[in-house]
């Protein structure tokens, strides 16, 4: 078992920065692929990004790429979202999530832990 706490989520202006943290408890993140995921109000999750067991692989939403960097620190066991030239659009509850398999996927329903979520809400 693995326990996931996000934080970062606020309010920010179009074109502003963020960075979520992903804290994890319980076993190591070298574990698991590490994604995160958002939801907008009416609209299904989606991924976002996602960072490989080891570190060394990293995949992104087209909508976010060039924008957002994930990254891992194991010495913490947290995981970061950095989130630059924010846009209205990007505004949701960002939730981090573990994947146990042995290929890193996007794919919503295979991650089996998740976070309560963090919002993030960028005005115009």
């Known amino acids: 078992q693995v326990q996931l706490v996000e934080s970062g989520g606020g309010l920010?202006?179009?074109?502003?920065?963020?960075?979520?943290?992903?804290?994890?408890?319980?076993?190591?993140?070298?574990?698991?692929?590490?994604?995160w995921f958002r939801q907008a109000p009416g609209n299904e999750r989606e991924f976002v990004a996602l960072i490989s067991k080891s570190g060394r692989s990293t995949y992104y939403a087209d909508s976010?790429?060039?924008?957002?960097?994930?990254s891992s620190?194991?010495?913490?066991?947290?995981?970061?979202?950095?989130?630059?030239?924010?846009?209205?659009?990007?505004?949701?509850?960002?939730?981090c999530a573990a994947d146990s398999g042995i290929v890193a996927v996007t794919t919503r329903s295979k991650y089996d832990y998740w976070g309560q979520g963090t919002q993030v809400t960028v005005s115009s």
């Open 12 to 35: 920010v202006q179009a074109g502003g920065s963020l960075r979520l943290s992903c804290a994890a408890s319980g076993r190591t993140l070298s574990s698991y692929t590490m994604g």
């Open 64 to 70: 976010v790429k060039g924008r957002f960097t994930i």
């Open 73 to 95: 620190d194991n010495a913490k066991n947290t995981v970061y979202l950095q989130m630059n030239s924010l846009k209205p659009e990007d505004t949701a509850v960002y939730y």
